[in-house]
């Protein structure tokens, strides 16, 4: 994704209600927002690993 200016970013994350599911950028004392098509994940969450198949 191409930055919205030519300034430098100073701020990017994923945001939403669950998901994650929207990216916002902040660059030049102003915020831009675009849906995206993942799913995001806390980094603190604790995901269980599927029990392998013998």
Known sequence: MPAP???PLSAITF???G???WIY???GGKLYRRPVKVT?????TVM???KPTL
Do not use: I, L, R, V
Not at 40 to 44: E, K, L, R
């Open 5 to 7: 200016g030519a300034e």
């Open 15 to 17: 945001s939403g209600a």
């Open 19 to 21: 998901d994650a599911d």
């Open 25 to 27: 950028a902040a660059q």
């Open 40 to 44: 995001g994940a806390n980094a603190w």
């Open 48 to 50: 269980k690993p599927p």
